[in-house]
C-alpha cells in the first residue's frame, strides 16, 4: 500500500488518490445481510444491485448528507477499498481525507476514527472547499478572498478563502440527492408513477436543467402506476424537471448568499471580481452557472474536473504541503487529535 494516501469519502462516491493519480472511484454503498448485518458487497458491486436485492439483504449508504451515517459500515467499506488498492503491507498508511466544512467536533472525529480503525497510521483532515481550491489550480495564500462552492450529493459547501485557510464557511444539506427527491415526487404528484433514485438521477443527467432552456427537450422514462399496479412509460420536458427542481437550486443559491453577507466586505469585493467557482457533481447540472449568474449579479465558473477536484487537491496538498502552511493541518495520531 502507497505511504500517502488521499481520501475524498462523500455521499455518492469514495475516490482515493495516490501516486499522483486517482487510483479508486466506487459509489459509496454497501449490501449487508438484513439478519446478521454482515457486510457482503461494496461499491460498484454493491450499487449495481440497488433496488434490486431481496428481503434478506439490505442496502446502506454510509454517508449522508456528508458525515458519515453508518460507522461500522464506512469503515468496513473504507478498509475494503483500501485493501482493494493494495493495502496488506506492514507500515501503515499515512492519509489526508476531506471533510465537509463546517461539521461538529463530534462528526468530525467520525471520520478520523473510521479512517484509523480501516489502517491509517495517522491523518490529517482538510475541508473539502480548501481542497477543492487547490484542485483548480487557485492560489489562495494571498489576502485576497475567493469562493468555492462544492455541490455534492448529500451537502454543499461553501467557503470563502483567503491567506490559506477559511474565512467564512458554510456547510448546508442541500445537494444533488436533493434534486433527485424533487423529480420522484413531481413525477409521483403529476404522473401517479412511482420511480427509484436511479431513475430520477437519469432524468437529471440527461434533461435536468438549472435554468429554462431555450429549446424543449424532453425524455421518456418507466415507472409503477400507483392506481393500476402496471408498469407505465411516461414523457417528461426539460422545463417540467427544471420547475420540479427548482426550489433546491435556488435553496443552494440561497445559502451561498447567506454566506457572502457574513464575509468581510473587503473579501466580497475581490469575489465581484473573480466570481464564484463551482465543483462537486451537483455542478455538472445544465445551467447551474447561469442560475448563479442572474440570482447573484456576478459571475460564475465550472472547475474542470468537478467530480475530481476534492481528491486531486488533496494530491496537491500532500505533494507540497507548505501550501497548507497558513492553517491548522498535519498529520496526527487518534490520541493527538483527541487531545485536542
Known sequence: MPLDIGIDMGTANTIIFTNGAVVLKEPSVVIIDAETEACLNFGAEAFKMMGRTSDKMMVVKP???????????AES??????????????IKPRIMI???????AVQQRSFIYAVQEAG???????????????????????????????????????????MGGLAQSESVRVASSDFDEAIIKYVRRKYSVAIGAKTAENIKMHIGS????????TMKAKGLNFKTGLPQVFELTANEV??????????????????????????????AKDGILLTGGGALLSGMCELFERYMGIKATLAPNPLESVANGIGV?????????????????????ASK
Open 120 to 162: 491509517a497510521r495517522n491523518i490529517c483532515p482538510i475541508e473539502s472547499p480548501v481542497a477543492a481550491a487547490l484542485g483548480m489550480g487557485i492560489d489562495f495564500k494571498k489576502p485576497y478572498g475567493t469562493i468555492v462552492v462544492d455541490v455534492g450529493a448529500g451537502s454543499t459547501d461553501i467557503a470563502v478563502l483567503s
Open 210 to 217: 438549472a435554468v429554462h432552456r431555450p429549446i424543449e427537450i
Open 63 to 73: 454517508i449522508e448528507h456528508g458525515v458519515i451515517a453508518s460507522h461500522l459500515e
Open 317 to 337: 496538498a500532500m505533494k507540497n504541503f507548505d501550501l497548507l502552511k497558513n492553517g491548522d493541518y498535519e498529520f496526527k495520531s487518534l490520541v493527538d487529535i
Open 242 to 271: 427544471c420547475d420540479a427542481i427548482s426550489d433546491v437550486s435556488y435553496g443552494i443559491c440561497r445559502a451561498v448568499q447567506a454566506v457572502l453577507e457574513k464575509t468581510p466586505p473587503e473579501l466580497v469585493g475581490d469575489i
Open 98 to 104: 476531506a471533510m465537509p466544512a463546517g461539521i461538529t
Open 77 to 90: 467499506m473504507l478498509r475494503y477499498f483500501l485493501k482493494k488498492i493494495g493495502g496488506n503491507r506492514m
